[in-house]
């Protein structure tokens, strides 16, 4: 009696371990490659807003924050269409009849404890550093980001710091406004600060991280087999 008692006692050990060792092999995958997984995850944080740039004007664009959950420096930017009908001088800073001066601001907010939240103050948000040292970007001396591909022209527009319990509000002045290029969809966009080498290189640690707990989890398995074959 006492010999199959032990001989069961020994069996549930080895299933307990088995499954234990599995759970913590399963919860700690999200652990492997956390910082780089946030990253990726940020990329993906995008919103946008249709904008007219055909003539002067201001266009604010409030991102509540319940709208975005992102926290940190936001990327703003111009998203205009690559169109055949448009020169290509249009889109060339250097001749680029379209200029904008860039502002941004947050309504910060403050919990009260009770589950809601009390309006605080203004407070400026637009950064400026050694790399956002202008608030006009599309001018021929700004150093900012650009790009082409997709089918479509990105030109960086400022830099926004963003705070949790904040409504972040973007105010964009057209100065000069362009007709041509109201014909290629302007809008804004904003995305949160990221390596973009980080998209092509997830891949392969992801692939290398599951296949070492898939490993692990074979071994134990083969481990758990033995045991109680043994058992």
């Not at 990327?75 to 060339?92: G, N």
């Amino acid at each position: 009696m006492g010999s199959k008692t032990n001989r069961a006692l020994k069996k549930l050990l080895v299933v307990l371990g088995a499954a234990l060792l599995l759970i913590y092999l399963l919860a700690s995958r999200s652990l492997w490659l956390a910082d780089l997984e946030r990253r990726v995850l940020i990329g993906t944080h995008r919103l946008s807003k249709e904008i007219d740039v055909s003539q002067p004007r201001a266009t604010e664009w409030k991102i509540s924050a319940d709208d975005w959950p992102y926290e940190g420096e936001v990327r703003v930017s111009l998203i205009l269409d690559d169109l055949s009908t448009i020169p290509r001088d249009s889109y060339e800073k250097k001749s680029m009849k379209l200029q904008i001066k860039m502002d941004a601001y947050a309504i910060t907010f403050e919990p009260t404890g009770k589950g809601t939240r009390v309006e605080g103050l203004r407070a400026d948000r637009l950064i400026r550093n050694w790399y956002y040292r202008t608030d006009i970007p599309l001018s021929p001396e700004a150093r900012i980001w650009e790009g082409v591909g997709g089918s479509r022209h990105e030109f960086g527009l400022a830099g926004v710091q963003r705070y949790p319990w904040e409504d972040t509000y973007i105010v964009v002045q057209i100065i000069q406004g362009d007709p041509v290029l109201a014909a290629a969809k302007p809008r804004l966009e904003v995305s949160g600060a990221y390596d973009y080498a980080v998209f092509s290189h997830i891949w392969p640690l992801r692939i290398i991280r599951d296949g070492t707990l898939l490993v692990l989890a074979l071994c134990v398995l083969g481990l758990a087999y033995v045991g109680l074959k043994n058992s």
